[in-house]
């Protein structure tokens, strides 16, 4: 059986989750708590990062190439389409979220609120939230702006962009970091995530960490 | 003709040079001083990054997907091989420098000692360099160690992989933080890079950002 060792609100974790449940791939997943460093897990996983995904003796790293490793094996249904411009505008946006998104948002509010938390690196600084909360808001522009001319993120068809996003806003969404009432059209796209099979089947609605109580509307499908 | 908006010693911009030189695709280098955002940079640029690519009315963006479209649009040579998994470990390892190299090693040093000049951002931050120089180690040992196993750094045949080592790799070269001495099989893979027509047709030799002289042994091609 497949095996990712993860940790629950990483998005890059997420993101390949989605995809595992999206192409109904089963998948065993193992709870990776990294900051402890086991040797069967660096032994694996040089970089100390999660999602390290098992399949037989093979063993991925690095969340992006292993989507794309996965698309390209199991083609059914396909996250980065044929069409060359289309793929590169898949990758784009996907590559946008998981650096430019992860580094002004993310770091910024998750990373701070819970991992200095969990890892016991100090109080959370104060400067580093507000500057996410003040980031969130150019991110949410450009992601309306997206999707304004288009159905999903990267184009006319779901594609693994959405999952990307997802990932980082379902993370933040459970620590209440979004606010959906101010931009109905980036609602009403992760309205349409949320409710595909995928979503529940990936498990992510009912994470939960340990010491962080989920945002009342995380698992509502009506939020 | 193609034109590429970029940072002289950036390691993403260097990257895709290597990937159009390597494909004899010519180019139109445009130095782009990011830190102004210039209008007609930023409004192609919404992430306010090098490099931006322009073919015709077609704007890229991103530094992997760059060389994804690139090496999907002009597959000869190569540069991310056929088979699934090697393709996996090219964009694994590809990854691997653009991100945890990047952020332990190349932010730490380049960006503190060059950029921080250039942008007028402040003194360099000791414990950073401190911190670039003591992860170089660890990275060269696990370069050191894949290159022991394999002819390239992502398997038999050179990869997009090598050109995003050598775009971190070279770009800290410049600045005299390479010790080459200490690990002859790296050299040994940079000096066949080094020697590539690509290398010295991308214009990586000859680069030069004002008020940093490049290490003595810079362009020379026996280091």
Redesign the interface.
């Known amino acids: 059986m497949r095996k990712l060792h993860h940790l629950a609100l990483s998005p890059f974790c997420r993101k390949v989750r989605l995809v595992l449940a999206e192409k109904k791939l089963e998948v065993e997943l193992i709870d990776e708590p990294v900051w402890e460093k086991r040797l069967d897990f660096i032994r694996f996983s040089?970089?100390g990062?999660v999602p390290l995904l098992k399949e037989g003796a093979?063993v991925?790293?690095?969340s992006?190439?292993?989507c794309?490793?996965l698309d390209?094996?199991h083609p059914i249904p396909k996250l980065i389409p044929a069409d060359?411009?289309l793929?590169?505008e898949t990758?784009?946006v996907?590559?946008?979220f998981d650096?430019?998104f992860y580094n002004e948002v993310t770091k910024n509010l998750l990373n701070e609120r819970v991992y200095k938390k969990i890892f016991k690196l100090g109080q959370p600084d104060s400067g580093a939230i507000k500057e996410g909360l003040k980031k969130i808001k150019f991110h949410f522009d450009?992601l309306e702006w997206l999707l304004e001319k288009r159905n999903w993120v990267a184009g006319e068809k779901m594609s693994l962009a959405d999952f990307s996003a997802a990932g980082h806003i379902s993370a933040l969404d459970y620590v209440g970091d979004i606010d959906w009432q101010s931009k109905p059209i980036i609602k009403e796209w992760y309205a349409k995530i949320k409710s595909r099979p995928a979503f529940r089947n990936a498990g992510l609605l009912t994470d939960l960490v340990p010491g962080f109580v989920p945002a009342g509307h995380y698992s509502d499908l009506d939020f």
Chains 1, 2 share one sequence.
């Open positions: 040089p970089s990062k093979s991925f790293t690095e992006t190439p292993i794309e490793y390209e094996s060359k411009k793929r590169f990758r784009r996907t590559s946008w650096d430019k450009y």
